[in-house]
């Protein structure tokens, strides 16, 4: 999969009458949603034993550029405060001071909820848009547990959420956040048992701002159609918002995914 988007940044004095003129132009309610996101840094590439004699029939390999992995999960309001049930009996618990009984009830029990995520750094060559090869796809529970146990492979970073609202207009994905990240612990070398409530969360960018990313999704890059109707669309969609929310291409090495420390 692609992902086609263009970004703007919204001040947090203009963040309602931002969700209002996206209501009037997807012609639906915003969505409130929640999200958290947990980062990962490979040190190699998975090999699948079933793709090795296809591997080597096929000649030799490039070197695979590994980009930072990012497990992904879709929260409520009702979320923060509470146990994730997925990190239980797993090293979380003395990275995060413990395992007393708490009286809260866990979450998590929607294996769907979970997605595992890897952004490949935008392509040099696409100027109007931000063009860059996405794999995504729903992972279980079973799944993540055993990302938080392959310490061998894989290195836990930080983790960060976002709140806002999203709408969809078309194939068009509009999704107006900011980031927020909780208050730093000491030894912390694993994602928290426990969320933090809501409230006590940081917003990354002091200012309060939020970020419009707007985003049409393509299945076969190697169509230049797809890739040019996204594109259209995009850009008619920047030229409509234009004078009240400012859709741009950001420097393509502030979205560098890239993992360049592979000690």
Do not use: C
Request: proline share 6%; charged share 25%; glycine share 4%.
């Amino acid at each position: 999969m692609h992902e086609l988007s263009l970004f703007a940044q919204v001040p947090a004095a203009r963040h309602a009458q931002a969700l209002n003129i996206l209501a009037g132009l997807a012609a639906m309610q915003p969505s409130e949603i929640f999200t958290r996101h947990i980062v990962f840094q490979p040190h190699k590439a998975a090999t699948d034993p079933n793709q090795i004699s296809k591997k080597k029939a096929s000649g030799p390999q490039q070197p695979q550029q590994l980009a930072l992995l990012q497990l992904v999960r879709t929260l409520s309001r009702d979320d923060f405060g509470r146990d994730d049930d997925h990190f239980e009996g797993n090293a979380a618990d003395t990275a995060m001071g413990g395992t007393e009984t708490t009286d809260r009830q866990p979450f998590g029990t929607n294996e769907s909820q979970w997605s595992t995520r890897i952004q490949e750094i935008p392509e040099p060559e696409t100027k109007t848009v931000v063009l860059r090869k996405v794999i995504e796809e729903s992972t279980p529970a079973q799944g993540v547990k055993q990302y938080l146990d392959d310490s061998k492979n894989i290195k836990f970073i930080n983790e960060y959420f976002t709140e806002g609202h999203r709408f969809i207009r078309g194939d068009i994905i509009l999704h107006l956040h900011r980031v927020l990240v909780a208050k730093p612990q000491p030894d912390t070398n694993a994602p928290r048992i426990t969320l933090p409530p809501l409230e006590e969360l940081i917003l990354l960018d002091t200012s309060g701002a939020f970020v419009l990313e707007a985003t049409v999704r393509i299945e076969d890059r190697s169509k230049p159609a797809l890739v040019s109707t996204a594109t259209e669309q995009l850009l008619a969609l920047k030229n409509e918002l234009k004078g009240s929310i400012d859709l741009r291409v950001p420097e393509r090495l502030s979205m560098d995914t890239r993992v360049r420390d592979m000690q």
